[in-house]
């Protein structure tokens, strides 16, 4: 299986930051999405299928909290998978987004962080994807 | 102001400069006249129940590595995005920053980042509150600390640093 993923962050440079990332980790990506905001990111998830959503969250006219909120409200995208991907520090919003299902990588991370984040909330792992030769975070080449 | 302060800007800035851009900071503690300007610069501001500015100044000559380190070469060719990848650094430092300061619970709002003549003009006759300087990959980079409202927060946190 190949993932469609969307990255939502209003900062475009971290949009290709986080796409770059992904192609260099290994992982089998079959399209890269990206919105500027929540409002944009839940438009593509309605007309496009998405296995999972790296998720910043503030962000201008719908913010990261709010986008998941609407997606857990919603029977088809209720179980998405969904990783947010923020300079966040506060332990009561992180608590309440993890409350929501969501994994939390923190910025700045290291590229290995995200593709094993990655394999743990999709439930797939080095094994399936690399073989019994699996490779390692520690034998990541960035 | 406080070295915990200090401390802590250092620590948030290499952090973010190591694993955002994949460069190395060191110590800058001697200034003489022939190194390179900190002429770019970008500034982040904080709500929250601390009020102020993060600033991050760099040598220009640095803007085409961090970005092209970031996102890779082709995207790194267009200054917007040059400028845009040092704001996402300043972003990313005062994030970091303000619960390493204040704590976990509260909650902050950052404004998004701007760039150059907007930012060195206002509030210029402010003195940062704490003030970090690095050498890097042939330029130097600088971040400084501003806080407008709530300095009381930053006198706690040091009281609860020094008796930990």
Same mark, same amino acid.
């Given at each position: 299986?190949?993932?469609?993923?969307?990255?939502?962050?209003?900062?475009?440079?971290?949009?290709?930051?986080?796409?770059?990332?992904?192609?260099?980790?290994?992982?089998?990506?079959?399209?890269?999405?990206?919105?500027?905001?929540?409002?944009?990111?839940?438009?593509?998830?309605?007309?496009?299928?998405?296995?999972?959503?790296?998720?910043?969250?503030?962000?201008?006219?719908?913010?990261?909290?709010?986008?998941?909120?609407?997606?857990?409200?919603?029977?088809?995208?209720?179980?998405?998978?969904?990783?947010?991907?923020?300079?966040?520090?506060?332990?009561?919003?992180?608590?309440?987004?993890?409350?929501?299902?969501?994994?939390?990588?923190?910025?700045?991370?290291?590229?290995?962080?995200?593709?094993?984040?990655?394999?743990?909330?999709?439930?797939?792992?080095?094994?399936? !994807? !690399?073989?019994?030769?699996?490779?390692?975070?520690?034998?990541?080449?960035? | 102001?406080?070295? %915990? @302060?200090?401390? /802590? /800007?250092?620590?948030?800035?290499?952090?973010?400069?190591?694993?955002?851009? *994949?460069?190395?900071?060191?110590? =800058?503690?001697?200034?003489?006249? =022939?190194?390179?300007? &900190? #002429?770019?610069?970008?500034?982040?501001? *904080?709500?929250?129940?601390? +009020?102020?500015?993060?600033? /991050? +100044? @760099?040598?220009?000559?640095?803007?085409?590595?961090?970005?092209?380190?970031?996102?890779?070469?082709?995207?790194?060719?267009?200054?917007?995005?040059?400028?845009?990848?040092?704001?996402?650094?300043?972003? &990313?430092?005062?994030?970091?920053?303000?619960?390493? /300061?204040?704590?976990?619970?509260?909650?902050?709002?950052?404004?998004?980042?701007?760039?150059? @003549?907007?930012? %060195? #003009?206002?509030?210029?006759? =402010?003195?940062?509150?704490?003030?970090?300087? *690095? #050498? &890097?990959?042939?330029?130097?980079?600088?971040?400084?600390?501003? &806080?407008?409202?709530?300095?009381?927060?930053?006198?706690?946190?040091?009281?609860?640093?020094? %008796?930990?």
């Amino acid at each position: 299986m190949a993932f469609n993923v969307l990255i939502v962050d209003d900062s475009a440079v971290m949009r290709a930051m986080i796409g770059r990332t992904l192609k260099l980790s290994g992982l089998p990506i079959a399209s890269i999405l990206e919105a500027p905001n929540g409002e944009v990111g839940l438009r593509i998830i309605h007309d496009e299928w998405v296995d999972l959503v790296l998720l910043d969250v503030n962000m201008p006219v719908m913010n990261g909290e709010e986008m998941l909120r609407h997606l857990r409200a919603d029977e088809r995208t209720r179980d998405l998978a969904v990783i947010i991907v923020s300079t966040e520090g506060s332990g009561t919003r992180l608590a309440a987004l993890q409350e929501l299902g969501a994994a939390i990588v923190h910025k700045p991370f290291p590229p290995e962080t995200l593709r094993d984040t990655i394999l743990r909330v999709t439930g797939v792992t080095d094994v399936e !994807y !690399y073989g019994t030769t699996a490779a390692t975070s520690d034998h990541l080449d960035f | 102001m406080s070295n %915990t @302060t200090e401390q /802590l /800007l250092r620590q948030a800035t290499i952090s973010t400069f190591e694993n955002l851009a *994949f460069l190395c900071l060191e110590d =800058d503690n001697a200034v003489s006249a =022939d190194e390179p300007p &900190v #002429d770019a610069v970008v500034a982040v501001d *904080f709500h929250g129940p601390m +009020r102020g500015r993060l600033v /991050l +100044r @760099t040598s220009s000559n640095l803007l085409p590595v961090i970005a092209s380190n970031m996102m890779g070469e082709d995207e790194a060719q267009r200054m917007p995005m040059q400028r845009d990848a040092l704001g996402e650094i300043a972003n &990313v430092v005062c994030g970091n920053l303000m619960p390493m /300061l204040v704590g976990a619970e509260a909650v902050f709002r950052l404004d998004a980042p701007h760039w150059g @003549t907007e930012t %060195t #003009d206002v509030r210029s006759s =402010d003195t940062p509150v704490s003030s970090v300087r *690095f #050498d &890097v990959e042939g330029g130097r980079a600088q971040a400084e600390l501003y &806080v407008f409202a709530g300095r009381d927060w930053l006198d706690a946190a040091r009281l609860a640093h020094a %008796t930990a």
